[in-house]
């Protein structure tokens, strides 16, 4: 299945469920960061499933949270890779990327 596949069905259940009148972008981003911390006890806990199932959660808050402001994610991702791709930076201990200035 496609992302606008995917993105389509994540909208279509999230409406059938009433989300989008009983919920604001803010819960769902709330919500998008409780996941995260989902995400980081998996990772803690090298829970691989745990993990898939965290991240797609996040995903699905996030793909809620841009529907309130007509946000397309396939637009936001590609203008997050265009800022990017070019970038120069090093590593640095502890796996952090620290981009040049």
Avoid: H
Avoid at 35 to 43: I, Q, T, Y
Avoid at 55 to 60: A, E, H, I, P
Avoid at 78 to 97: C, L, T
């Amino acid at each position: 299945m496609s992302w606008s596949d995917l993105n389509r069905d994540v909208v279509k259940w999230a409406k059938e469920r009433g989300i989008f009148y009983e919920s604001t972008a803010q819960a769902q981003l709330l919500k998008a960061v409780s996941e995260m911390g989902e995400l980081c006890d998996a990772e803690i806990k090298r829970d691989a499933v745990g993990r898939m199932d965290a991240v797609g959660d996040v995903l699905v808050c996030l793909i809620i949270y841009c529907k309130f402001y007509e946000m397309d994610t396939e637009f936001c991702l590609s203008q997050a890779y265009d800022e990017i791709k070019n970038r120069k930076g090093r590593m640095v201990p502890g796996g952090a990327f620290v981009k040049e200035e």
